[in-house]
């Protein structure tokens, strides 16, 4: 299906290839990116085309599988301790005090990425990043950068997430009387090479030019906003994640205790383990679901079960047929395909980080999208997952991860570059690719 949607489209590309490169499109994007220190972001020479109807479809799906694992995460809540809970989803016993359980059963101020696979017949979602730390809006600018270069006019209805996420903390801190928006790093997150969110801070101050909208670390956060009187006042967009902290949550316990809005706090990670892939095919929780989340999770989400000894050896046997994730990860990270990895191999990795936290999800065979990579006359097929965001209820388009060299898209560890996922209709998509030939 997304091959079809491209085939076109990268035709055109390869055939205007030296004048596309002659302009820059890629190293504009490059540049804008290195610019933000993103070390660990390389641009792909073009966005992929993703088809509206697809797009549309995909977002009713999302909706309805967060809305799902919100019903689960009701009935787990009203049915188990809370201390059970932060041990089934790895929650440090020092960090439980940072978990919202409001917010875990209600979705309030949710931001997520859902990372999806597409298959030669359609889509299946293979991740839920649900998290306010989720990256990858700094594709929509390497597109901004594709157009400006080649002379082609910006789709209008292709804005960036990071527009919506503002306007999303401008509702709040609407309501809520916010004198200050701080984008919130750590020490240690800021050194791993993910960029600087320098646009999403300029939307911010746009949406709001009566508030200070300002970029800290905990290293670097002004002493007297932590008083109540200031604290109060703050809007706080967390950019790390709990094994980010070094200081032992320190630093966030002040922060917490000076009354500042953090918009994620640690329910966020609870409800970004990979298992509720499993929870979402249990048949305890099945009768929770309305039609159109079992219908989802049916459709889009592959059979996915919760490894245990009882089952170990029989999954083993038939690893050529399973993907096994460690619940606690992301990205891409933590995940081994049973037809490319031994036996004993897969055992050991399993055991090493406790069976328990193991899901094992029914292999899917991914579809391949065959594009330029660099700025190069090459192409080569690639293996893509698309992440949709789904910020506060409304999904706000595509981050693209492509690898030629690994079925596992993690860009962290290199295998793998990032492109926008343009949505266009049909006659959108005829327009663009006739503007592509005319160069």
């Given at each position: 299906?997304l091959?079809h949607t491209?085939?076109a489209?990268m035709e055109?590309?390869?055939a205007?290839?030296?004048?596309i490169v002659?302009r820059?499109a890629?190293?504009?994007?490059?540049?804008?990116?290195?610019a933000?220190?993103?070390?660990?972001?390389v641009?792909?020479?073009?966005?992929?085309?993703?088809?509206?109807?697809?797009y549309?479809?995909l977002?009713?799906?999302a909706?309805a599988?967060?809305?799902?694992q919100?019903?689960?995460?009701?009935?787990?809540?009203?049915?188990?301790?809370?201390e059970?809970?932060?041990?089934?989803?790895?929650?440090p016993?020092?960090?439980?005090?940072?978990?919202?359980?409001?917010?875990f059963?209600?979705?309030?101020?949710?931001?997520a990425?859902?990372?999806?696979?597409?298959?030669?017949?359609g889509?299946?979602f293979?991740?839920?990043?649900?998290?306010?730390?989720?990256?990858?809006a700094?594709?929509?600018?390497c597109?901004?950068?594709?157009?400006?270069?080649?002379?082609?006019?910006?789709?209008p209805?292709?804005r960036?997430?990071?527009?919506h996420l503002?306007q999303?903390?401008?509702?709040?801190?609407?309501?809520r009387?916010?004198?200050?928006?701080?984008?919130?790093?750590?020490?240690?997150?800021?050194?791993?090479?993910?960029?600087?969110?320098?646009d999403l801070?300029?939307?911010?101050?746009?949406?709001?030019?009566?508030?200070?909208?300002?970029?800290h670390?905990?290293?670097?956060y002004?002493?007297t906003?932590?008083?109540?009187?200031l604290?109060?006042?703050?809007?706080?967009?967390r950019?790390?994640?709990?094994?980010?902290?070094?200081d032992g949550?320190a630093?966030?316990?002040?922060?917490?205790?000076?009354?500042?809005?953090?918009?994620?706090?640690?329910e966020?990670?609870?409800?970004?383990?990979k298992l509720?892939?499993?929870?979402l095919?249990?048949d305890?929780?099945?009768?929770l679901?309305d039609?159109?989340?079992?219908?989802a999770?049916?459709?889009?989400?592959?059979?996915?079960?919760?490894?245990?000894?009882?089952?170990l050896?029989?999954?083993?046997?038939?690893r050529?047929?399973w993907?096994?994730k460690f619940?606690h990860s992301?990205?891409?990270?933590?995940v081994?395909?049973?037809?490319?990895?031994?036996?004993?191999?897969?055992?050991?990795?399993?055991?090493?980080?406790?069976?328990e936290?193991?899901?094992?999800q029914r292999?899917?065979?991914?579809?391949?999208?065959t594009?330029?990579?660099?700025?190069?006359?090459?192409?080569?097929?690639?293996?893509?997952?698309?992440?949709?965001?789904?910020?506060?209820?409304?999904?706000?388009?595509?981050?693209?991860?492509?690898s030629a060299?690994?079925?596992?898209?993690?860009?962290?560890?290199?295998?793998?570059?990032?492109a926008?996922?343009?949505?266009?209709?049909?006659?959108?998509?005829?327009?663009?690719?006739?503007?592509?030939?005319?160069l």
């Amino acid at each position: 299906m997304l091959s079809h949607t491209n085939e076109a489209f990268m035709e055109a590309i390869t055939a205007k290839r030296r004048t596309i490169v002659a302009r820059g499109a890629r190293r504009h994007a490059q540049d804008w990116l290195d610019a933000l220190e993103a070390r660990l972001y390389v641009a792909l020479p073009q966005p992929v085309l993703i088809d509206r109807t697809d797009y549309e479809r995909l977002g009713a799906a999302a909706r309805a599988l967060l809305s799902a694992q919100l019903k689960i995460a009701r009935h787990l809540v009203s049915t188990q301790s809370r201390e059970a809970l932060l041990r089934r989803f790895r929650v440090p016993g020092h960090m439980a005090r940072f978990v919202d359980w409001d917010k875990f059963q209600t979705g309030a101020m949710t931001v997520a990425r859902m990372d999806i696979v597409p298959t030669a017949d359609g889509y299946q979602f293979c991740e839920f990043n649900v998290h306010s730390a989720v990256g990858g809006a700094e594709s929509h600018g390497c597109y901004l950068r594709f157009c400006r270069a080649l002379g082609l006019p910006a789709d209008p209805q292709a804005r960036s997430p990071d527009y919506h996420l503002a306007q999303m903390y401008t509702r709040i801190a609407q309501a809520r009387g916010i004198a200050r928006i701080v984008i919130l790093d750590s020490v240690h997150h800021a050194s791993l090479g993910y960029p600087r969110h320098d646009d999403l801070a300029a939307l911010l101050q746009q949406m709001n030019p009566g508030c200070e909208v300002a970029n800290h670390r905990e290293d670097t956060y002004p002493e007297t906003w932590l008083a109540p009187e200031l604290g109060e006042r703050t809007l706080v967009h967390r950019m790390f994640t709990y094994d980010e902290i070094t200081d032992g949550c320190a630093f966030l316990a002040r922060l917490a205790d000076s009354g500042a809005v953090i918009t994620n706090t640690f329910e966020a990670e609870m409800r970004m383990s990979k298992l509720w892939l499993a929870l979402l095919w249990d048949d305890r929780y099945g009768a929770l679901l309305d039609d159109a989340e079992r219908e989802a999770v049916r459709r889009y989400v592959p059979p996915t079960c919760e490894l245990t000894e009882d089952n170990l050896g029989a999954l083993l046997a038939e690893r050529a047929q399973w993907v096994f994730k460690f619940n606690h990860s992301y990205g891409g990270d933590g995940v081994l395909i049973g037809a490319s990895t031994p036996a004993d191999e897969l055992e050991r990795a399993i055991r090493e980080k406790g069976i328990e936290n193991w899901i094992v999800q029914r292999f899917v065979e991914a579809e391949t999208l065959t594009m330029p990579y660099d700025d190069s006359e090459a192409v080569a097929p690639h293996h893509l997952v698309l992440g949709l965001y789904v910020h506060d209820g409304h999904t706000c388009g595509f981050f693209v991860r492509g690898s030629a060299s690994s079925r596992v898209v993690n860009l962290s560890s290199g295998a793998g570059k990032m492109a926008w996922g343009l949505v266009l209709d049909a006659p959108a998509r005829r327009h663009f690719i006739d503007r592509i030939r005319q160069l």
